[in-house]
Nanobody, 116 residues
Framework: QVQLAESGGGLVQPGGSLRLSCAAS????????MGWYRQAPGKERELVAV???????NYADSGKGRFTISRDSAKNTMYLQMNSLKPEDTAVYYC??????????WGQGTQVTVSS
């Protein structure tokens, strides 16, 4: 069964940076369109960044210019580099496939807290 494991979150001051990682149990980052989602307390889950099988990337307005999604297919790992973090970026971040009509089993997520 496919397993996704997110890591790299933490507490950071506004303006700081974090690099999130998503490790997968199978070799599918190069054959699936994948993305990073986040969910803040009391809010719906939001898709913030996408990397297509082709390698093309796309970002929600909330992360455009600040977030960079990438993958290392040889390591079965996907990343989200987040710079210039803001308090409104505080959320639990998850990775999963996108635009497929279904999801892989969700990982535990990684908490990102931006606060002074």
């Amino acid at each position: 069964q496919v397993q996704l494991a997110e890591s790299g979150g933490g507490l950071v001051q506004p303006g700081g940076s974090l690099r999130l990682s998503c490790a997968a149990s199978g070799k599918f980052f190069s054959i699936k369109d994948m993305g990073w989602y986040r969910q803040a307390p009391g809010k719906e889950r939001e898709l913030v960044a996408v990397i297509f099988r082709s390698g093309t990337t796309n970002y929600a307005d909330s992360g455009k210019g600040r977030f960079t999604i990438s993958r290392d297919s040889a390591k079965n790992t996907m990343y989200l580099q987040m710079n210039s973090l803001k308090p409104e970026d505080t959320a639990v971040y998850y990775c999963n496939q996108v635009y497929s009509g279904s999801y892989l089993p969700w990982g535990q997520g990684t908490q990102v807290t931006v606060s002074s």
